[in-house]
Structures are given as structure tokens and as C-alpha cells.
């Protein structure tokens, strides 16, 4: 089996669950003319079983509710700011949703739903504010602007990365009061009537 095929395998059983395995025989014939077929898992059976089990999209835990994110942002001393921005972003975007630790605010483009802005009160604090993950160049591209017009609106102290290799580039802060909040969303809309959005 290849190198490639290998890891594809590996791949779907750890990341998914996928009930998936493969197998490799060998022949043997010893001295005496008697016959043997050796068999080789490549993931032990019982590992399979157990991730398909585990890690399968049936077993999935569903995404938290908007109460739940407000309960949790409550817990961490952010509730008011959080139900603020949460309220202000809703109106500036096509959706919103939810997973297990942040709310996300979409913006269609190129009639493709993409999440645009995060805002994860598991990782805020009241010493800190409230934690945000913005993907910047879907924002320009959502608001008709370029990239230096929304990093200008942002709270300073940002950090950028990627969420995963070849994933777009995000800027990850927090908002640490609502004066930086209100002068985001006031950004936002500015930029939103510049853009033609």
C-alpha cells in the first residue's frame, strides 16, 4: 500500500471517524511445504471501532446556543460588552450562528456563505475584553474596501495567523471596552457605505 493511501486512511479515521481500514496479506511456505497467510491492519480493528464511535459526525455535540455564549461570556465578566457587540454586529451582517464557542457573523460573497467575524467569550476576560477572530481579507472583500481601511478601524494589539495552514489569514484581539466597540461598528458602517455594500 502507498505512502499516500496511508495517510488519506489515517486521516479520515482520526480527524472523522470514518469507519476505514485497510489490510495487506503475506504468503509463506516453509520447509516443509506447509502454507501460511499472515494479515496486517494498518489501525487495529478495535481502534476503529472506537474512534468510529467517537469521533463520528452522529456523535457530534451540537453547537451552543446564544444563551449558553451569554451565560459563558457573563461568567468571564464580559456579559454587558458581549450582548452589546453581539446585538450591533448582527445588523452589519447577512447571519449569524453559533458553534461550541463562539458566535460567528457571516457575510455572503460570491454567493457563498463565509464566516467573517467571531466573537469567543471562552477566551475573553474583564481584565482583557472580549476576544474576537476577524478574517480580514473576507471583510474587505464582503465590504468593497481594502485591508489597510479595516485594520484602521480595529482595536490596537491585534495578532494575525491562520486558523489552519492554507486557511485565510485572521486577525485575533479583543475589544476592551465599548468605547473600542463602538467606534468598530461605527467603522463598519462608515467603511459598508464607502465599499457600496
Not at 171 to 176: E, N, S, T
Amino acid at each position: 500500500m502507498d505512502s499516500s493511501s496511508e495517510r488519506i486512511i489515517n486521516y479520515l479515521s482520526d480527524t472523522y471517524g470514518v469507519a476505514i481500514n485497510a489490510v495487506t496479506f503475506q504468503y509463506f511456505q516453509d520447509e516443509e511445504g506447509r502454507e501460511f497467510l499472515a494479515r496486517v491492519f494498518l489501525i487495529e480493528p478495535s481502534e476503529v471501532e472506537y474512534k468510529s464511535q467517537t469521533r463520528g459526525a452522529s456523535k457530534r455535540r451540537p453547537p451552543l446556543t446564544y444563551e449558553e455564549l451569554q451565560a459563558m461570556a457573563d461568567r468571564k465578566g464580559v456579559g454587558e460588552l458581549y450582548r452589546w457587540l453581539v446585538e450591533e454586529l448582527t445588523r452589519h451582517f447577512d447571519q449569524r450562528t453559533t458553534t461550541r464557542s463562539t458566535v460567528a457573523f457571516i457575510g455572503v460573497i460570491d454567493g457563498r456563505r463565509r464566516t467573517i467575524l467571531s466573537l469567543v467569550p471562552s477566551e475573553s476576560e474583564a481584565a482583557q475584553g472580549v476576544r474576537y477572530s476577524l478574517y480580514v481579507e473576507r471583510l474587505a472583500e464582503y465590504l468593497g474596501v481594502g485591508r489597510e481601511e479595516i485594520v484602521g478601524v480595529l482595536p490596537p494589539g491585534f495578532t494575525e495567523g491562520r486558523p489552519w495552514r492554507e486557511g485565510p489569514l485572521a486577525l485575533y484581539g479583543f475589544f476592551r471596552g465599548i468605547d473600542e466597540a463602538q467606534r468598530f461598528v461605527e467603522g463598519l458602517q462608515a467603511l459598508k457605505r464607502a465599499g457600496g455594500a
